[in-house]
């Protein structure tokens, strides 16, 4: 059916309406702006959003052509009525029309006082206006908002009804492939650059950056936004967009299509994007229903398409699944964080019961020990702990953080011996992926593992002079990065470190920083070695006995008198550790329930050393007008000559380390004179 009726007078140069009817009231009242198409149906990207299950998802458009206008049906479903009639032709609409889609009504007016059918114009909090007045961009310097979406029409899985479906099945399969991509990130970074790759790999997109907000933001603003990525398809930098753009879409979490950016007065360096001639611009929120995460930047320059409808819906869906993918990483990153602190939690509980049984002993020096950690526990201080290798200087620090306020705080152990430069930075320090060969992914280290607890780090005397000053600034307290990463960290961490070095010999010989010796010297804690208390051997002896004894078939527990006498009789070079490993050895050896002598396997090195020492007398020099050096120098000399230059026997008389009495003898510039042959061992 064909319309012939015209409208008596043109509305060109009138405001005209739409006014939707919601059940029994008229409501929603759309104002039609010329030039431009006005689509109606139940599809949320219409201008005018039906909400009728009969109406199609793109019913019809309204627009206005030579004076007139025309009211279009779009192959609907279930038709177009106007005055009852039905639309099958351009139909020119004249005041009053009303027009039926499915069970909804529309007014087409020009006075919204009141509808044809008498009925008063309610409009509630929820009307919307589709206002086709002058370009705000024409009336002062603001961009254009041109659309907005909340949610994009890839959503609802309708996407081949409301674009082409060829351009469907190219972007749906594009946003399949960066959804997996997405998936295989390991950090933030990574997944921006991602994500960027998606949004530039149709072309169109001259400029775009992913830009965050802080963790755990309350009221987020622009300013907060920080940019994790940023790429450009020629030579422009990039310039953030308006701060009124974020505003809106940080405060409505809308994505929005704006146009006509480069004359906006609000710009952070307008002359910047003048010189670029940028056109349109997108700006999606990256949401979930719960949290806004930050915002994904997208304009074109001068000589680039304009940035359309389609663009928005993809950009949009993007965003939303970025933010899935944003979610889970950053779940995944702060479980990652906390493995290695729960695993060195886990251990530590396994140790807690046994820490005050493990410092056995009750002769003097023990006390005396025992005493000084009581004192220095409850304090925050700094502690180095000395002694010879195996005396038990960790079981102190446990000590010490167990006697502490920090007790509930995790305790962490370091070995700065057992790796290199570049390793031990990254222990203590973590790193970042690919800060060098072999870094896979993002490590915490030893000092946030830490946070809150104890490090305890064995052997400083170890560490190299770059990562000396480099600890030397975290424990004065300033933040520090993780290798290859540029955000600073700050712990609250107490350091207990221990040595069997002559640090002071090693600060002479430039090895080892003055500055971090005194600082690190706060409190020094002197561990005994087992040859100055032996009276503890025999309690010793018992609680490693019934330890291992536990832990074996073989039920062993008791010492016959010549092993425990044989036990007393050694010099313990190896100090406690060495006595565990042998009473754990004589266990495993042990026939019946009582240890024997033949049972107790003794070092034949040191066994051989310590009968060569008792062969020795004492080595007497004069002491008159001599100084402490000097008489130092002698003593040891001397100690060499009586031992044939056995440094291992004159190290075990003189009461110190091999290491040590070399350290001595090149301080002393003494060698072994050639007459004396090869130097023993």
């Not at 002062?140 to 959503?155: A, D, G, N």
């Not at 930050?294 to 409808?309: A, F, N, Q, V």
């Not at 072999?438 to 915490?444: E, F, H, L, P, V």
Request: charged fraction near 25%; include cysteine.
């Amino acid at each position: 059916m064909s319309h012939e009726r015209t409208n008596s007078a043109s509305v060109s140069d009138q405001s005209v309406y739409l006014i939707l009817r919601d059940e029994l009231k008229w409501r929603n009242v759309f104002r039609l702006a010329p030039g431009q198409v006005t689509t109606i149906g139940r599809a949320p990207t219409n201008r005018v959003v039906v909400p009728d299950d009969i109406c199609s998802r793109h019913h019809c458009e309204i627009y206005q052509a030579d004076g007139e206008w025309i009211l279009k049906d779009l192959g609907s479903r279930n038709g177009t009525l106007v005055e009852g009639c039905r639309v099958t032709d351009d139909w020119s609409l004249s005041d009053g029309d009303q027009i039926q889609l499915g069970e909804c009504y529309l007014v087409f007016t020009r006075d919204i006082s009141r509808p044809s059918d008498g009925g008063e114009v309610v409009l509630d909090s929820g009307t919307e206006t589709c206002d086709g007045s002058t370009p705000l961009s024409e009336a002062t310097p603001e961009p254009e908002i041109v659309f907005r979406r909340h949610k994009t029409r890839y959503h609802s899985g309708g996407g081949s009804e409301a674009i082409g479906r060829d351009r469907a099945s190219q972007e749906l399969a594009r946003m399949y492939r960066l959804a997996l991509e997405m998936g295989s990130t390991r950090d933030i970074k990574e997944l921006s650059e991602i994500v960027l790759d998606g949004l530039f790999s149709d072309g169109n997109v001259s400029i775009g950056a992913i830009l965050l907000l802080p963790k755990n933001s309350i009221r987020p603003d622009p300013s907060q936004l920080r940019i994790a990525a940023y790429r450009t398809a020629g030579d422009e930098s990039y310039e953030k967009v308006s701060n009124s753009l974020s505003t809106i879409v940080l405060n409505d979490w809308e994505a929005v299509l704006a146009r006509d950016i480069k004359d906006d007065s609000r710009l952070t360096d307008k002359a910047s994007l003048q010189q670029l001639q940028a056109d349109s611009v997108i700006c999606a929120p990256i949401r979930t229903k719960e949290a806004i995460y930050g915002l994904i930047h997208l304009y074109t320059t001068r000589g680039g398409r304009h940035l359309e409808l389609d663009d928005l819906d993809y950009t949009l869906a993007v965003a939303d699944q970025f933010a899935v993918a944003l979610e889970h990483l950053q779940e995944k990153l702060s479980l990652q964080d906390g493995l290695a602190k729960a695993r060195d939690e886990a251990n530590t509980l396994r140790h807690q019961l046994a820490i005050e049984s493990d410092l056995v002993g009750d002769s003097p020096a023990m006390e005396a020990l025992k005493d000084t950690i009581a004192r220095v526990a409850p304090t925050d201080a700094t502690a180095l702990i000395r002694g010879e290798s195996g005396v038990g200087k960790e079981l102190v620090a446990r000590a010490i953080h167990f006697s502490s306020d920090r007790r509930g705080g995790p305790f962490v152990c370091m070995n700065c011996a057992a790796l290199s430069e570049t390793l031990l930075e990254s222990e203590l320090f973590g790193h970042e992926k690919g800060s060098f060969t072999g870094a896979s992914g993002r490590k915490i280290g030893k000092f946030e593992q830490a946070n809150r607890g104890t490090l305890f780090l064995d052997e400083v005397g170890e560490m190299s002079l770059p990562v000396q000053a480099k600890f030397l600034r975290v424990l004065e307290g300033h933040p520090f990065e993780r290798v290859g990463g540029g955000s600073p960290i700050t712990v609250d961490v107490r350091v207990v470190a221990a040595t069997n070095r002559d640090l002071e010999q090693a600060i002479e010989e430039k090895k080892f920083r003055q500055d971090l010796f005194f600082r690190l010297f706060v409190m020094e804690i002197a561990v005994p070695a087992l040859r100055d208390h032996a009276s503890d051997i025999p309690v010793l002896a018992h609680y490693f006995l019934t330890r291992f004894s536990s832990r074996t078939s073989n039920r062993v527990d008791s010492f016959s008198e010549a092993a425990m006498h044989r036990l007393m009789e050694y010099n313990w070079p190896g100090n406690i550790r060495e006595l565990q490993n042998t009473i754990e050895r004589a266990v495993i050896l042990a026939r019946d329930s009582t240890i024997e002598p033949s049972d107790i396997q003794l070092s034949t090195r040191t066994s051989s050393a310590a009968s060569r020492i008792a062969t020795i007398e004492p080595v007497k020099v004069d002491t008159r007008d001599i100084s402490l050096e000097r008489l130092e120098r002698e003593y040891i000399l001397t100690t060499l000559e009586r031992t044939s230059w056995n440094k291992s026997v004159a190290s075990q008389i003189l009461g110190i380390e091999r290491s040590t009495l070399d350290r001595k003898l090149k301080r002393y510039k003494v060698s072994r004179p050639s007459r004396a042959g090869q130097d023993s061992v």
